[in-house]
């Protein structure tokens, strides 16, 4: 009877499992891997959350994505996410100050995440706040709906003390679950955008983070800040709106990943009333922002010249949230990148600087099945990428909307 009774719900636990595993088949025209590439008429076979197959279509699809273009789901590396305009249409980041309560500011965060997700992107960057690890939690979890979110938590800069101090810093964050370090080199570029930490403190910050396994992400504007963090062995720079061709250079050779943000400045000028008279958002500072924009696109073709491994990140604040696509028709409209190059940069080679080359920002077997379609042609006109009609994440589907 036991017996009788162990076998059944052996074979209950079998078709429980065969049912999970039952393949998703998803048919495209057309394809863009994430790696250069352009695939037309695959099907993609989904199991347990990953692609486990690329053929020629010819089985029945479970979902037909014909007509769309199909790419592997978008990374941003480089947000805010608790960042949001509070109900008098002004700027906040939560905490100390802020006259949304506690609990608005959380549920403003959740908002803008479910934007990104909504926009196209299936994983991002925080850098950071200490409520991105509870949003990264419940994302992963899937009680509530997002991109996969990696954090800094916090931050590193002049102020974090000598190099013993930082030390310890990068130390604490690893312990309370940082994914990366963020660390600011030099000052905003509202500031003149001068190197603000020394040598020694950039040493040990990325020098910390390495032995503690974390990546680093350096705000620098000036060269001097630029070159002491990759001398320092930092993952990736952040804007870089004046480096030199020399810096350029060595971080080509360095291999160091380069984030020039086109999206946080338009968005900032889009948006001036609601952030004016906070800070340094002073008239002064969004003269210099006005400044930076032709810099920008400057910079990005020169370091395409150079070979640097270009990634998307939009710094995207309060106001961009949902719009971080904006950042590939920058990137192509006034930085001069090939469409290719600029979808290339939010997906494999943004997956690479992240680490996870092996697991997103591709569509290749054994990646998670993060996709995204929009409708139109991105390669011919880069404004498609507005038009997202399909996200899936993880092999769950969490928007479709063809027409
Ligand atoms: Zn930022």
């Known amino acids: 009877m036991l017996r009788h009774f162990v076998h059944l719900l052996f074979a209950a636990a079998l078709a429980a499992a065969t049912a999970t595993a039952q393949p998703v088949i998803v048919r495209t025209s057309t394809l863009i891997d994430g790696r250069g ?43 805010h996410a608790t960042w949001y305009f509070n109900a008098e249409e002004r700027l906040e980041q939560g905490g100390r100050g802020s006259k949304s309560t506690p609990q608005q500011a959380a549920l403003y965060a959740a908002a803008n995440l479910y934007a990104t997700l909504m926009g196209g992107f299936t994983t991002v960057q925080s850098v950071g706040a200490e409520l991105d690890a509870d949003l990264r939690a419940r994302i992963a979890g899937g009680t509530i709906p997002g991109p996969r979110v990696l954090t800094s938590l916090r931050q590193v800069n002049e102020n974090t003390g000598d190099p013993a101090r930082i030390r310890a810093y990068v130390q ?65 720079i952040e804007h870089g709106t ?10 080509a050779r360095r291999g160091t990943f380069f984030d020039p943000n086109f999206l946080v400045l338009h968005n900032y000028l889009d948006n001036k009333p609601k952030f004016l008279g906070i800070g340094n958002y002073t008239e002064e500072g969004f003269a210099a922002m006005e400044k930076g924009l032709p810099l920008v696109a400057q910079v990005l073709r020169r370091a395409r010249a ?98």
């Open 306 to 403: 150079h070979n640097v491994k270009v990634v998307l990140g939009t710094d995207g604040v309060a106001g961009a949230h949902g719009h971080n696509a904006e950042e590939f028709i920058y990137r192509v409209k006034e930085g001069g990148d090939q469409p290719m190059d600029a979808i290339t940069s939010g997906t494999s080679v943004a997956a690479e600087s992240l680490g996870m080359g092996g697991q997103i920002g591709s569509i290749a077997e054994g990646l998670q099945a993060d996709l995204v379609a929009v409708q139109g042609d991105p390669l011919a006109d880069i404004t498609a990428v507005r038009h997202v009609a399909f996200v899936m994440k993880g092999g769950k589907i969490y928007k479709y909307a063809p027409r």
């Open 37 to 79: 590439h352009v695939l037309k008429n695959k099907e993609l076979t989904i199991e347990n959350g990953r692609i486990t197959g690329i053929g020629d279509a010819h089985q029945k699809p479970s979902i037909d994505l014909s007509g769309l273009t199909v790419m592997p789901g978008w990374i941003d590396t480089h947000i």
């Open 172 to 236: 604490k964050m690893k312990s309370d679950s940082a994914d990366l370090v963020k660390i600011f080199a030099t000052a905003s570029i509202r500031d003149g955008g001068k190197m603000t930490m020394t040598p020694e403190q950039l040493n040990a910050a990325c020098g910390e983070a390495k032995a503690q396994g974390l990546r680093t992400l350096v705000h620098a504007h000036s060269s001097d800040g630029a070159r002491a963090s990759v001398e320092a062995g930092c993952t990736t």
């Open 242 to 251: 004046f480096l030199d061709d020399a810096t350029l250079e060595l971080m």
